[in-house]
């Protein structure tokens, strides 16, 4: 199994800007895989919020297009969530998730057929 881990959150006003990182564990190369991040707030279903394949196809759920960036470092082992405009509604658990193909690689669909994801960190908006 591959452990990820998500570093980066914290509280930031509306407005301000958060980079999240995701690092997998010591050996894992990325092959053909699809990257992603879902969220969830406390009493509400999770959301998809983006991802990436190795050919670099990025998807966005629509409440966070336009303001969220996803990437790859491989040198690092490493992929990101740029947020930023944050708005209060961004206020959630965010968790990195990998599956191990590229099939199915949609924000939609990434919590569903993950097949490897983090524990999570909390990004708190508020002014």
């Known amino acids: 199994q591959v452990q990820l881990e998500e570093a980066g959150g914290g509280s930031v006003a509306p407005g301000g800007s958060l980079k999240l990182s995701c690092t997998t564990s010591?050996?894992?190369?990325?092959?053909?895989?699809?990257m992603g991040w879902w969220r969830q707030a406390p009493g509400k279903e999770w959301e998809g919020v983006a991802t990436i394949d190795r050919k670099n196809r990025k998807e966005y759920g629509a409440s966070v297009k336009g303001r969220f960036t996803i990437s790859v470092d491989e040198a690092k082992n490493a992929f990101y969530l740029e947020i930023n405009n944050v708005k209060e509604e961004d206020s959630a658990m965010y968790h990195c998730?990998?599956?191990?193909?590229?099939?199915?690689?949609?924000?939609?669909?990434?919590?569903?057929?993950?097949?490897?994801w983090g524990q999570g960190t909390q990004v708190t908006v508020s002014s």
């Open positions: 010591s050996g894992f190369t990325f092959g053909d895989i699809c």
């Open positions: 998730a990998i599956r191990r193909w590229q099939d199915y690689c949609d924000p939609t669909l990434i919590r569903i057929y993950a097949t490897d």
